[in-house]
Antibody, heavy 120, light 112 residues
Framework: QVHLVESGGGVVQPGRSLRVSCAASGFIFSTYAMHWVRQAPGKGLEWVAVISFDGNHKYYADSVRGRFTISRDISNNTLYLQMNTLRPEDTAVYFC?????????????WGQGTMVTVSS | DIVMTQTPLSLSVTPGQPASISCKSSQSLLNSDGRTNLYWYVQRPGQSPQLLISEVSYRFSGVPDRFSGSGSGTDFTLKISRVEAEDVGVYSCMQSAQLPYSFGQGTKLEIK
């Protein structure tokens, strides 16, 4: 079965760093572009970042560019989001998701999400 | 950046009745390859988002045929022909025609 499982969330003070992970299983991880999407409490979905299947291309939302870094480790089928200089407005559930070319690169598989709380 | 605007932001529907959600983009979502990169997702209470429809009108595997998508250019619609209790959730459109990708605000569907 195809699975994405996020981990690494928690409570962190403003200005500090945190790295969240997404473990992929059940599919050939190295052949899919992967995305991070977040959802602040009570709010809608916000696209955060994308990394190409080979890791050579990355793009970020304006709200996180320069502070967040998306990466992937094909050897252990894991997607990462390194979050630096965190702000209270980064508080959200962070979802990883797969873009599947079979359905026009729609996000067909989502993880359960990991909660990140930025608070002093 | 492309802004996605959904209306209404909430709706309450009697089971068996239809429902319709509008999604408008600030720029055309038609790509040079002829595809329109507009998707619909639903987030049921306590769950992660799920794909409903890709490329305006293609239902994802397992999505009931009471769900349909239509539209072109900048105006899109998600319709539920006969709402059922299990359809409760927040419905969001998303564009991937241009980076950064963007979602609509979400429409909360409740059952009367």
């Amino acid at each position: 079965q195809v699975h994405l499982v996020e981990s690494g969330g928690g409570v962190v003070q403003p200005g500090r760093s945190l790295r969240v992970s997404c473990a992929a299983s059940g599919f050939i991880f190295s052949t899919y572009a992967m995305h991070w999407v977040r959802q602040a409490p009570g709010k809608g979905l916000e696209w955060v970042a994308v990394i190409s299947f080979d890791g050579n291309h990355k793009y970020y939302a304006d709200s996180v560019r320069g502070r967040f870094t998306i990466s992937r480790d094909i050897s252990n089928n894991t997607l990462y989001l390194q979050m630096n200089t965190l702000r209270p407005e980064d508080t959200a559930v962070y979802f990883c998701t797969r873009a599947n070319w079979v359905v026009s690169y729609a996000f067909d598989i989502w993880g359960q999400g990991t909660m990140v709380t930025v608070s002093s | 950046d492309i802004v996605m605007t959904q209306t209404p932001l909430s709706l309450s529907v009697t089971p068996g009745q239809p429902a319709s959600i509008s999604c408008k983009s600030s720029q055309s979502l038609l790509n040079s390859d002829g595809r329109t990169n507009l998707y619909w997702y639903v987030q049921r209470p306590g769950q992660s988002p799920q794909l409903l429809i890709s490329e305006v009108s293609y239902r994802f595997s397992g999505v009931p045929d009471r769900f349909s998508g239509s539209g072109s250019g900048t105006d899109f619609t998600l319709k539920i022909s006969r709402v059922e209790a299990e359809d409760v959730g927040v419905y969001s459109c998303m564009q991937s025609a241009q980076l950064p990708y963007s979602f609509g605000q979400g429409t909360k569907l409740e059952i009367k």
